[in-house]
């Protein structure tokens, strides 16, 4: 088994685009694609309420073409968008107009605490805020959005890798990081998780 840095899961990328001479956003669409495939074997169209959180990165970009697929085959999505930061990704806009062209509800954004959507036992979480460029503790009122994410009992999936976990080091306790039952990890397995930690 391959465990690779984030550095080298970037350089693994690029090198994918290049060999296959494809887009960034080509990429993020296959990705999509496959993990909609895996999710739609377990929930065969089933009306369970899917809340897709997504940042404004490249992991947001998963998350909102993700969201897409799902709305495209029936499924029940109401997607959300940390507004935390004026910048985004080009990746992640692009997935932004996409998403447009499936749906007449557009992306809900939080900016707060106010904004947090109520949340049931019975919703899939999709957790597509940060990937494995995060270097710092998520702070403010992210921290916050990820202790209400957590204080749910409903099912928590996250795309590539928890949002809040580093990709190479483990973190201290009280650490905000998403606790999702289950992850699609991109490429290879990251290496924070095979560390011990005090999360």
Known sequence: MKILSAQQLAEADQSTIDKNQITSNDLMEHIAKLIFDRIHQRLQGSPVPIKVFCGIGKNGGDGLALARHMIQHGYHVTTYV???????????????????????????LLSCKEDFPDLHPQDIIIDAIFGTGINRPIDGWMSDLVHYLNKTPAFKLALDMPSGLYANTPQSIGTPIIQAQHTFSFETPKLSFFSASDV
């Not at 004026?86 to 809900?108: G, M, N, Q």
């Open 82 to 108: 940390t507004n935390c930061s004026k910048k985004r990704a080009p990746e992640f806009l692009y997935h932004y107009d996409k998403i447009k062209e499936v749906s007449k509800d557009w992306p809900i």
